[in-house]
């Protein structure tokens, strides 16, 4: 969940341009402007209050889509917010209500596969993850799937340390298992399997590693 400024800038300078009404701009983009801060918090490790401001600017984008019903990107906005907060299921259901206005964001189906593989349903969520792929050739989208993956792993795996917990752990090399399978030679990706792999001390994991050079 880092380098979340592009996205950001993305969300503010195309909902500036496409909304219908004042009102509903204003809401828009004081929203944005929460998320830069809450953003900009959780960099400076005040999570409790990044999390405020998330909070808020949902409150924000839900306004602008009182005042504009067909504003083309709050929802979108507001599943971001939710992706933040690690809400998934409520950013899985916004990012489908956003894909029926703009079907076509590699963006939007990108989150909606993250935020399925989330939930643990992983499957379901590689497939949408394969779609937000076809949808831009530029290889930014692969670049920030695979950090979002890495990230949902390495959360999961450290709960489950924390907690003694081998259900997260498993759940943790699924998501890299799939990220692997996507790309091999990343090097979070990579870095991350070999941790997992010398925790959970299975000969058949530590082998299919040694093979691919992991460990």
Not at 77 to 101: D, G, H, N, T, V
Not at 163 to 177: C, P, Q, S, W
Request: charged share 25%; proline share 3%.
């Amino acid at each position: 969940m880092k380098n979340l400024l592009p996205i950001l800038l993305l969300l503010f300078l195309l909902g500036s341009c496409q909304s219908s009404t004042q009102t509903a701009k204003n809401a828009y983009d004081e929203g944005l402007t929460l998320s830069f801060q809450a953003d900009s918090l959780r960099t400076v490790g005040q999570e409790q209050e990044a999390r405020i401001a998330w909070n808020e600017a949902i409150v924000k984008f839900e306004e602008a889509l009182v005042a504009n019903k067909e504003h083309p990107l709050a929802e979108s906005a507001a599943a971001f917010c939710f992706y933040q907060l690690q809400s998934f299921k409520l950013a899985e259901l916004e990012y489908k209500k956003a894909m029926e206005k703009m079907p076509e964001s590699s963006i939007n189906v990108l989150y909606l596969g993250l935020s399925q593989v989330a939930q643990d349903r992983i499957e379901e969520g590689r497939a949408s993850l394969n779609r937000a792929l076809s949808l831009d050739d530029t290889g930014k989208t692969k670049e920030k799937m695979l950090q979002e993956l890495g990230g949902i792993a390495e959360n999961a795996f450290t709960h489950g340390v924390e907690k003694e917990d081998e259900n997260y752990i498993n759940f943790a090399l699924g998501v890299l298992l799939t990220a692997w399978e996507f790309s091999p030679d990343a090097p979070n990706i990579r870095a991350l399997l070999k941790i997992v792999g010398q925790r959970k001390e299975d000969p058949t994991l530590r082998k299919w590693l040694e093979e691919e050079e992991i460990m």
